[in-house]
């Protein structure tokens, strides 16, 4: 069983609605971050998050908002989507804050679908 | 920055026979090389990792080779069986001071047939 636990599992939305995506780990764990993956294709690295802090944002458009109430919590609110934005987001977690130095734990992620 | 290619798209084997995908890394700084299966409806799991240090890493029947000088590395699983369809991504990073976040490649869809 994954240790990473996302919320909901599946979430259709309206172009106008606001919504909420909810990752929770309990490794204690410093690093979360946030990936998107269509369908037939890698994630891709949206947000990074280090001891609470954003340290990486890949350029993502500001429909996306990511939170880290605290280390063991991250969430992504979603506003004004676009039927593009229908995906796969995936949740992980790392021990060390420095990414790219260790085992990445993913959820099994919340399928959005965009209307 | 690093890009990761990696072969082939698809693959289909026997069950018992051995399955074997290659990727290929541009920086040569990268030092972190991790395997990820994901299988349907499920997110990535990591199933084996070397770092730059290392030349080859095996367990049990997942092993992954690293070649340095080339750039490239592989993994090698042996006596497939049924349930080690799913798809498979290789991705590299680099570590310790300016450290990257992971590239994956574009994954190996596995299909293992009993």
Same mark, same amino acid.
């Given at each position: 069983? %994954?240790?990473?636990?996302? #919320?909901?599992?599946?979430?259709?939305?309206?172009?106008?609605?606001?919504?909420?995506?909810?990752?929770?780990?309990?490794?204690?764990?410093? /690093?979360?971050?946030? +990936?998107?993956?269509?369908?037939?294709?890698?994630?891709? @690295?949206? *947000?990074?998050?280090?001891?609470?802090?954003?340290?990486?944002?890949?350029?993502?458009?500001?429909? *996306? !908002?990511?939170?880290?109430?605290?280390?063991?919590?991250?969430? @992504?609110?979603?506003?004004?989507?676009?039927?593009?934005?229908? /995906? @796969? +987001?995936?949740? $992980?977690?790392?021990?060390?804050?420095?990414?790219?130095?260790?085992?990445?734990?993913?959820?099994?992620?919340?399928?959005? %679908?965009?209307? | 920055?690093?890009?990761?290619?990696?072969?082939?798209? %698809?693959?289909?084997?026997?069950?018992?026979?051995?399955?074997?995908?290659?990727? #290929?890394?541009?920086?040569?700084?990268?030092? +972190?090389?991790?395997?990820?299966?994901?299988?349907?409806?499920?997110?990535?799991?990591?199933?084996?990792?070397?770092? !730059?240090?290392?030349?080859?890493?095996? &367990?049990?029947?997942?092993?992954?080779?690293?070649?340095? %000088?080339?750039?490239?590395?592989?993994?090698?699983? #042996?006596?497939?069986?049924?349930? &080690?369809?799913?798809? +498979?991504?290789? $991705?590299? !990073?680099?570590?310790?001071?300016?450290?990257?976040?992971?590239?994956?490649?574009?994954?190996?869809? @596995?299909?293992?047939? /009993?």
């Amino acid at each position: 069983d %994954t240790e990473v636990t996302q #919320t909901p599992k599946h979430l259709v939305m309206g172009m106008t609605n606001k919504k909420s995506l909810k990752c929770e780990q309990h490794m204690g764990h410093r /690093a979360m971050y946030w +990936y998107k993956q269509k369908a037939k294709k890698p994630p891709e @690295l949206m *947000f990074v998050y280090s001891y609470e802090k954003l340290s990486i944002n890949e350029s993502v458009p500001s429909r *996306f !908002s990511p939170e880290c109430p605290n280390s063991s919590l991250l969430n @992504l609110h979603l506003h004004a989507l676009q039927p593009e934005d229908s /995906a @796969l +987001y995936l949740c $992980a977690s790392s021990l060390v804050a420095g990414v790219g130095t260790g085992e990445l734990f993913f959820g099994e992620g919340s399928r959005l %679908t965009v209307l | 920055g690093e890009n990761v290619e990696q072969h082939p798209s %698809t693959l289909s084997v026997q069950e018992g026979d051995s399955a074997v995908i290659k990727c #290929t890394y541009s920086d040569s700084a990268s030092n +972190y090389f991790p395997w990820y299966k994901q299988e349907l409806g499920k997110g990535p799991q990591l199933i084996i990792d070397i770092r !730059s240090n290392v030349g080859e890493k095996k &367990d049990q029947r997942i092993a992954v080779t690293l070649n340095k %000088t080339a750039k490239h590395f592989s993994l090698h699983i #042996t006596e497939t069986q049924p349930e &080690d369809s799913a798809v +498979y991504f290789c $991705a590299a !990073s680099k570590g310790g001071s300016g450290n990257t976040p992971l590239v994956f490649g574009k994954g190996t869809r @596995l299909s293992v047939i /009993a």
